[in-house]
């Protein structure tokens, strides 16, 4: 499975947010620059976060973006459905009926079984684990 780039963006978006979340609110430029990320589709990306509820903005000079929420009560599992959609391997883990040999196919279960493991992954980890593990090492949790 590969993420999209508009999943990756986005994750490193709202993570940049995340990191400045006791601060003022972030400027598209500012966060497109640390992200190497152009502002247009920046704009697209927080207007999808900005529906979900994840993002919202502050007008004024001095204004930008920032978490609706705070990190802590975020699940990388909200935002990545928000940004890629549902978690799907395969075309029959959805819908059974997509393949005749969905009822007894091996391989079928182990999509499915990988679909349940990245969704506990994402469910797991919250914006401000991300945050604090960032924090400490530049290496854990690269999106």
Same mark, same amino acid.
Do not use: N
């Given at each position: 499975m #590969?993420?999209?780039t508009?999943? =990756?963006?986005?994750?490193?978006?709202?993570?940049? +947010?995340? @990191?400045?979340?006791?601060?003022r609110? +972030? @400027?598209l #430029?500012? /966060?497109?620059?640390? @992200?190497? /990320?152009?502002? #247009?589709? +920046?704009? !697209?990306?927080?207007?999808?976060? =900005?529906? $979900?509820?994840? %993002?919202?903005?502050?007008?004024?000079?001095?204004?930008?973006?920032?978490?609706?929420?705070?990190a802590?009560q975020?699940?990388?599992?909200?935002?990545?459905?928000?940004?890629?959609?549902?978690?799907?391997t $395969?075309?029959?883990?959805?819908?059974?009926?997509?393949?005749?040999?969905?009822?007894?196919?091996?391989?079928?279960? %182990?999509?499915? =079984?990988?679909?349940t493991?990245?969704q506990?992954? +994402?469910?797991?980890?919250?914006?401000s684990? %991300? %945050? !604090?593990?960032?924090? =400490?090492?530049?290496?854990e949790?690269q999106?």
């Amino acid at each position: 499975m #590969k993420l999209s780039t508009r999943t =990756r963006y986005g994750m490193r978006a709202i993570i940049e +947010l995340a @990191q400045h979340e006791d601060k003022r609110p +972030l @400027q598209l #430029k500012v /966060i497109a620059e640390r @992200q190497d /990320i152009s502002i #247009k589709y +920046l704009e !697209q990306l927080m207007s999808l976060l =900005r529906s $979900a509820g994840f %993002v919202r903005s502050v007008r004024g000079s001095k204004g930008g973006y920032i978490l609706a929420r705070p990190a802590d009560q975020i699940k990388l599992s909200e935002i990545f459905r928000c940004l890629e959609g549902a978690v799907t391997t $395969a075309e029959c883990t959805e819908d059974e009926s997509y393949c005749a040999r969905s009822a007894d196919c091996a391989a079928r279960d %182990v999509w499915k =079984r990988v679909e349940t493991a990245i969704q506990e992954v +994402l469910g797991s980890i919250r914006l401000s684990d %991300v %945050v !604090q593990r960032s924090s =400490r090492s530049t290496t854990e949790y690269q999106i």
